[in-house]
C-alpha cells in the first residue's frame, strides 16, 4: 500500500500560492487516475484507487501547512503504511523555479510542513518529490510563498509541477524510488 501526499493550505485564498504546489501535483495526479478526493479523515481529504495491483491513497491534509504531519501521522498508523510507502509533494525554496528534485529520504530542511511530518512520523525515511520555488530576489519567506504564482512563472511551474506528477506516477507504479530519482532528477526546464 502506498500513500501519496500533496502539501499546502486548504482554502480558495490559497489556492494558487507557491505553497500550495504539492497540493496542485496530487490532484493532478489522482485526475490521471480517475480519483476524487471524496473521503474525509484523519484530518484530511483523500481518494483511493488500486494501481499495479496496490491499494494507493491520494491525500491532502486540511490541517494547514504547519501541522501536515498530524494528517499524516493519523493515516498512515491506521492503514499500517511504512514511511518508504509514503511519497510527499511539495514547494521548496533552496531548489530554482522550473527544477523538481527527489529524494529518497533526509532533513526536512527550512519547510515548516515537512518538520511537521518529520516530528509526528518520528522518521525522516520516507521519499519526497520537491517543486522548486527559489525566489530570483530576496524576499520574507512568509510572504514570498503564501503569494501567487506570477504570470510570468507559469509554464516554468506547470512543467515542474507536471514531472512531479510523472516521478509520482512512476513511483506508484512499483519503480523504485532509486530509479524514479536516477529518471527525473537530470530534469531541466525547457520554458
Known sequence: ???V???GNPGLKYLKNLHNLGFMAVELLAEKHGVDFN???FK???GEKNVNGEKVIF???QTYMNLSGECIQAISAFYKIAPQDILVLYDDLDIAIGFVRIRANGSAGTHNGMRSIVSCLNSTAF???RIGTKPEVNYEIIDYVLSDIRKEDEPRFRQSVGVAVDAADAFIHGKSIDDVMCK???FK???
Open 184 to 186: 527525473f532528477n537530470s
Open 189 to 191: 526546464p525547457t520554458v
Open 127 to 129: 521519499p519526497r518529490v
Open 44 to 46: 484530511g481529504i483523500y
Open 39 to 41: 473521503k474525509k479523515g
Open 1 to 3: 500500500m502506498k500513500l
Open 5 to 7: 501526499v500533496g502539501l
Open 59 to 61: 491525500l491532502k491534509p
